[in-house]
């Protein structure tokens, strides 16, 4: 039976009333995402229509679920916040801090020594507050919450930007920041701007060496890694159908990587056939009772222009495998053509690692049809010529696969199978040879593939391929190998093809386990002690941020003018930083340290206005803070793309910034730079950041009349005693302003006043 089965029932009683009445509200037929989000309005039944990417809403999500680097700062927060237990479903997962070197066992063995304390503060701070905990190796959070929790029609939020991947079970799945996930168990509505919707119709059928990992590709270069900022991406068509529930959950995952708010697809068999599979018959049952409601109207797809904001059209049958990047997840570039553009743009065409597995693609079929591949080394006397890793989304996934056979046919052409953890892919590989920064290329089925994301080296090219893509290309050791045309020579000299990978959507015979690493909470925690060392280096209990005097800000420095792309594992790096994330003083020195300053072109080097030296960004930041001067931070286009770490807006809140003025920013990020209390501001002319001066001192002269709608007025004053007064636009809303105003959106919770 399905965890929470009476919560999902109660969604779907609740469905077709509330659904109906917003068709009427609205005055014509609605897309999966309008029905899904107008059953789960704050207030209940809909009153009103809302207008797309204008309208704030409240709503009221059916769960939360944490990983292990996010949860430590989010527990910390909702401990602050007084309430006794979650006021929904929650659920955190030990799959961050898991890093990977060895293998699964090895690796597994010194995470638990390494990070027991945080381990362990995770266990009882689960404990105490009636929360489900997934231990260390039971899985990486994405792909748990596929097998358990993830339920048609239904709304979570999570703590992680790839939440989206239950998207792949036809939720509304939204990765937010930990403040965020606190309103929500601290039982209060969580306010989203309600999105623009983008609909992707899928025509055809996947077949050969074509992936669902393809469409999110292709999807990528269509839309750019901006392109669905403020949307949900909704898929429908007959090729959307037509694939297995995993493929859609891969679609989904990648999503946050052109900026949507979240990715879904309509209820259809082969996500009954999952629900049934993973023991929840229960669920496909409830959900087969109210199937009409969980898809668009047949109206919407038969004209989708009619009811999104964009529509875009994808042939699967004629959609070839991609590869993209370097550096970058929406450089879209088919097989056939990556071998002229590696020459072109001078890749190093020798593949040193290829890695499959990751949140995104570790599902049986991903494996399954990966290992039709591997078999065919020995049985074509081939030999990988690149190094081959595989990281295991779950245990269940681990377990099952090992049963039949997958993980001893990867051992016999050399594979290192990684823990059941996220590893490489959020930069948790202690790569051999890495520190020696060498130019190099990988090829991995994750999701990002940023500067420095995987083992930390700056010259590591990263291409995001399909797990079975990524195997032939491991085999072959060569970017420019296209394997729907090209030959190998195999090691007695004669030239091969590899097969057209194959595999089971689901295992024929069936998903099973040992343990899967879950912890029940306790019936009453109010017994159970959460005890944090004072003297701890990884975990350090929050102080309140202070609330704003009222005043106008003067003084203000400049910390950094950020050039290009600044994400947030530029703003607040992952890898061995990870260890720090529940202690955020100690984490604040990671601050901008990836960040290109635009006045030197160096990282982690800025000028100290008050000594005129050059030191560290949070060096600068410390500095300007101990001496009372506030700061602010300049940046770019997309400003926090990325993860949903809220580390990069509480680390310059915790460091004296006090704005961020950007020319524009991902959606999760300006949401927690509001959330804890700092202005997140967009030039209204973005030619003013080239205005901008190093030694710029600024003061903000109307924020006494914050209002929404209301642009702020900055002045900048260069050392030469020069003005230039810019206008900055914003997004906040009378609430949002309130939090700015009490500190931060937690003071208000702890006060009982939110």
């Given at each position: 039976?399905?965890?929470d089965?009476?919560?999902?029932k109660?969604?779907y009683?609740?469905?077709?009333g509330?659904?109906d009445k917003?068709?009427e509200?609205?005055?014509?037929p609605l897309?999966?995402?309008e029905k899904i989000l107008?059953?789960h309005?704050?207030?209940?039944?809909?009153?009103?229509?809302?207008?797309r990417?204008?309208?704030?809403v409240?709503?009221?999500p059916?769960?939360?679920?944490?990983?292990?680097?996010t949860?430590?700062?989010a527990?910390?927060?909702?401990?602050?916040?007084?309430k006794?237990k979650?006021?929904v479903?929650t659920t955190?997962?030990c799959?961050?801090l898991i890093?990977a070197?060895v293998?699964?066992?090895?690796?597994?063995?010194?995470?638990k020594?390494q990070?027991?304390?945080?381990?362990?503060?995770?266990?009882s701070?689960?404990?105490k507050?009636g929360?489900g905990f997934?231990?260390?190796?039971?899985?990486?959070?994405h792909?748990?919450?596929l097998?358990?929790y993830a339920f048609?029609?239904?709304?979570?939020i999570?703590?992680?930007?790839?939440?989206?991947?239950?998207?792949?079970?036809?939720?509304?799945?939204i990765?937010?920041?930990?403040?965020d996930?606190?309103d929500?168990m601290?039982?209060?509505?969580?306010e989203l701007?309600?999105p623009?919707?983008i609909g992707?119709?899928?025509t055809?059928?996947?077949s050969?060496w074509t992936a669902?990992k393809?469409?999110i590709?292709?999807v990528?270069?269509?839309l750019?890694?901006?392109g669905g900022?403020g949307a949900?991406?909704?898929?429908?068509g007959?090729?959307a159908?037509?694939?297995?529930?995993t493929g859609?959950g891969t679609i989904?995952?990648?999503?946050?990587?052109i900026?949507?708010?979240?990715?879904?697809f309509g209820?259809d068999?082969?996500?009954?056939?999952y629900l049934?599979s993973?023991?929840?018959?229960d669920?496909?049952?409830?959900?087969d009772?109210v199937?009409?409601?969980l898809t668009g109207d047949?109206?919407v797809?038969a004209n989708?222009?009619?009811?999104?904001?964009?529509v875009?059209e994808i042939?699967?049958s004629?959609?070839e495998p991609?590869?993209?990047?370097?550096?970058?997840p929406?450089?879209?570039?088919?097989?056939?053509?990556?071998?002229?553009?590696?020459?072109?743009n001078?890749w190093p065409?020798q593949?040193q690692v290829?890695?499959?597995g990751?949140c995104?693609n570790?599902s049986?079929?991903?494996?399954?049809r990966?290992?039709s591949l591997?078999?065919q080394?020995?049985?074509?006397?081939l030999?990988?010529?690149?190094?081959?890793t595989i990281?295991p989304?779950?245990?269940v996934?681990r377990?099952?696969?090992?049963?039949?056979g997958?993980?001893?046919?990867?051992?016999?052409?050399g594979a290192?199978v990684f823990?059941n953890a996220?590893?490489?892919?959020?930069?948790?590989?202690?790569?051999d040879g890495?520190e020696?920064?060498?130019?190099?290329t990988?090829?991995h089925?994750?999701?990002r593939?940023f500067?420095?994301?995987?083992d930390g080296n700056p010259?590591?090219?990263?291409?995001?391929?399909?797990p079975?893509?990524?195997t032939a290309?491991?085999?072959a050791?060569?970017?420019?190998?296209n394997?729907l045309?090209d030959t190998?020579?195999?090691?007695d000299?004669e030239?091969?093809m590899l097969?057209e990978?194959?595999?089971?959507e689901?295992?024929p015979?069936g998903?099973d386990v040992?343990d899967?690493?879950?912890?029940v909470?306790a019936e009453?925690?109010?017994?159970?002690?959460?005890?944090?060392?004072?003297?701890s280096?990884?975990?350090q209990?929050?102080?309140?941020?202070?609330?704003?005097?009222?005043?106008?800000?003067?003084?203000?420095?400049?910390?950094i003018?950020a050039?290009?792309k600044c994400?947030t594992d530029?703003?607040?790096?992952a890898?061995?930083?990870l260890?720090?994330?529940g202690?955020?003083?100690?984490?604040s020195?990671?601050m901008?340290?990836g960040?290109?300053?635009?006045?030197?072109?160096?990282t982690n080097?800025?000028?100290n206005?008050?000594?005129?030296?050059?030191?560290?960004?949070?060096a600068?930041?410390?500095?300007y803070?101990a001496?009372?001067?506030?700061?602010i931070v300049?940046g770019?286009?997309?400003?926090?793309e990325?993860s949903?770490?809220?580390?990069?807006a509480?680390?310059?809140?915790?460091?004296?910034?006090?704005a961020?003025l950007?020319?524009?920013?991902a959606?999760?990020?300006?949401?927690?730079?509001k959330?804890q209390g700092?202005?997140?501001?967009?030039?209204?002319n973005e030619a003013?950041?080239?205005?901008?001066q190093e030694d710029?001192t600024?003061?903000?002269l109307?924020?006494?009349?914050f209002a929404p709608g209301?642009?702020?007025?900055?002045?900048?004053?260069?050392a030469?005693?020069t003005?230039?007064?810019i206008?900055?636009?914003h997004?906040y809303?009378?609430g949002?302003i309130g939090?700015f105003?009490?500190?931060?959106a937690?003071?208000l919770?702890a006060?009982?006043k939110?």
């Amino acid at each position: 039976m399905a965890f929470d089965i009476e919560m999902i029932k109660k969604v779907y009683e609740n469905m077709p009333g509330r659904v109906d009445k917003a068709r009427e509200i609205v005055g014509r037929p609605l897309t999966l995402t309008e029905k899904i989000l107008y059953n789960h309005l704050w207030d209940g039944n809909p009153t009103k229509a809302f207008g797309r990417g204008v309208d704030y809403v409240d709503f009221a999500p059916d769960r939360v679920a944490c990983q292990d680097a996010t949860a430590q700062m989010a527990l910390l927060q909702f401990m602050h916040a007084g309430k006794p237990k979650v006021a929904v479903p929650t659920t955190v997962h030990c799959d961050h801090l898991i890093q990977a070197k060895v293998d699964a066992e090895t690796d597994l063995a010194r995470a638990k020594t390494q990070s027991n304390e945080v381990f362990d503060f995770l266990s009882s701070v689960s404990n105490k507050y009636g929360i489900g905990f997934w231990k260390p190796g039971a899985g990486i959070i994405h792909q748990v919450v596929l097998e358990n929790y993830a339920f048609p029609g239904g709304m979570m939020i999570g703590t992680d930007s790839h939440t989206v991947n239950a998207g792949g079970l036809g939720m509304v799945a939204i990765g937010v920041g930990g403040a965020d996930a606190v309103d929500v168990m601290s039982g209060m509505a969580w306010e989203l701007k309600f999105p623009k919707l983008i609909g992707v119709k899928l025509t055809g059928k996947l077949s050969g060496w074509t992936a669902p990992k393809d469409v999110i590709l292709k999807v990528a270069g269509i839309l750019t890694v901006k392109g669905g900022t403020g949307a949900i991406v909704e898929y429908f068509g007959e090729g959307a159908t037509s694939m297995s529930c995993t493929g859609k959950g891969t679609i989904c995952n990648m999503g946050a990587e052109i900026g949507a708010t979240t990715s879904t697809f309509g209820y259809d068999a082969s996500m009954g056939r999952y629900l049934r599979s993973t023991n929840r018959a229960d669920v496909a049952d409830a959900a087969d009772k109210v199937a009409s409601y969980l898809t668009g109207d047949p109206e919407v797809y038969a004209n989708p222009e009619q009811y999104f904001d964009q529509v875009i059209e994808i042939n699967l049958s004629e959609l070839e495998p991609h590869l993209n990047g370097p550096f970058t997840p929406d450089l879209a570039t088919p097989i056939s053509k990556m071998k002229e553009a590696a020459i072109k743009n001078n890749w190093p065409l020798q593949i040193q690692v290829g890695l499959i597995g990751s949140c995104t693609n570790s599902s049986y079929e991903d494996i399954s049809r990966a290992a039709s591949l591997a078999r065919q080394v020995s049985a074509k006397n081939l030999k990988t010529k690149s190094q081959f890793t595989i990281t295991p989304g779950s245990e269940v996934v681990r377990y099952t696969i090992e049963r039949d056979g997958f993980i001893d046919t990867f051992h016999k052409i050399g594979a290192t199978v990684f823990a059941n953890a996220c590893g490489p892919c959020i930069g948790m590989w202690d790569r051999d040879g890495a520190e020696k920064e060498e130019r190099n290329t990988i090829v991995h089925s994750f999701n990002r593939n940023f500067s420095k994301r995987a083992d930390g080296n700056p010259n590591t090219l990263a291409f995001v391929g399909s797990p079975e893509l990524v195997t032939a290309m491991a085999i072959a050791g060569d970017l420019g190998f296209n394997p729907l045309t090209d030959t190998l020579i195999n090691e007695d000299g004669e030239e091969v093809m590899l097969d057209e990978p194959t595999g089971d959507e689901l295992p024929p015979k069936g998903f099973d386990v040992k343990d899967p690493g879950f912890q029940v909470p306790a019936e009453d925690g109010s017994g159970v002690q959460v005890v944090v060392s004072p003297t701890s280096e990884r975990l350090q209990l929050l102080a309140p941020f202070d609330a704003w005097d009222g005043k106008n800000i003067t003084g203000v420095k400049l910390l950094i003018k950020a050039f290009g792309k600044c994400t947030t594992d530029h703003i607040s790096m992952a890898g061995p930083w990870l260890r720090f994330r529940g202690h955020l003083d100690n984490i604040s020195n990671n601050m901008l340290i990836g960040a290109v300053n635009a006045f030197n072109q160096k990282t982690n080097s800025v000028k100290n206005q008050l000594t005129g030296t050059y030191d560290a960004v949070p060096a600068v930041a410390r500095a300007y803070k101990a001496a009372g001067v506030p700061s602010i931070v300049v940046g770019d286009h997309n400003y926090g793309e990325g993860s949903s770490r809220e580390h990069a807006a509480m680390e310059p809140r915790f460091l004296g910034v006090k704005a961020v003025l950007v020319k524009s920013f991902a959606r999760i990020h300006e949401t927690n730079l509001k959330k804890q209390g700092l202005l997140g501001l967009t030039f209204a002319n973005e030619a003013d950041y080239d205005k901008i001066q190093e030694d710029d001192t600024i003061n903000f002269l109307d924020l006494v009349d914050f209002a929404p709608g209301k642009p702020l007025t900055l002045e900048f004053v260069h050392a030469n005693g020069t003005k230039d007064i810019i206008l900055a636009n914003h997004t906040y809303n009378a609430g949002q302003i309130g939090w700015f105003v009490a500190g931060s959106a937690l003071n208000l919770i702890a006060a009982g006043k939110a």
